[in-house]
């Protein structure tokens, strides 16, 4: 994270306490984003619908706060991420914040599909490969899951690639009839 960004908002405003107050501390990234204003922007230029470094930072500083990084990345924080994403019409993070996003889904579908997944600090870290925990094929990932991610980038603008294929793998071979019944999601060359 910049040296600008933690001075510009009070600790406690962005510090989650549990995964809810993690969901609404992303939700002021977020609208940070969309507005160029806000307490994650200040000390700095931010023009509106666009994402920075300094976005990203502070995404992952709030999902992998203490009092969450031992807890799955639940629905709504996973949500919350999907809105920045569509949010951001301009990139300037290098890549981050999609490979962020392709994790933190993973984080929870896995979850939420009964499998063990590592601490967030691990999962969503830039120098963790997300093959080395994600789980490889649909059969081991709940079909609603799967489901789940695929409404969430239907028809969006921004299509993070990282993600696309993050459930390509994820369909792998023994999910080809669920693909054809997401069609215009992605594509996976089939």
Known sequence: MSAAAPKSVEPSSLEP???????????IVR???ITGEGPTTKGRVHFSRSLDADDTA?????????????????????EVLFEINEAATERTDGGRFDDLLAKAVAHYAASASG??????SVALSADTDIESWAPSYASKVNSEMLEWIAGQMRGK?????????????????????????????????M
């Open 157 to 189: 603008r921004h299509n993070n690639r990282r993600l696309m294929v993050m459930v390509a793998t994820f369909l792998g071979a023994t999910a080809l009839p669920l693909a054809g019944q997401l069609p215009n999601v992605f594509d996976i060359g």
């Open 17 to 27: 306490s549990c995964r809810d107050t993690a969901a609404h501390a992303l939700s």
């Open 58 to 78: 502070w995404c992952t500083r709030i999902l992998t706060a203490t009092a969450v990084n031992d807890q799955p990345v639940s629905r709504t924080e996973a």
């Open 115 to 120: 499998l063990k997944v590592p601490p967030r």
């Open 31 to 33: 609208d940070g984003v």
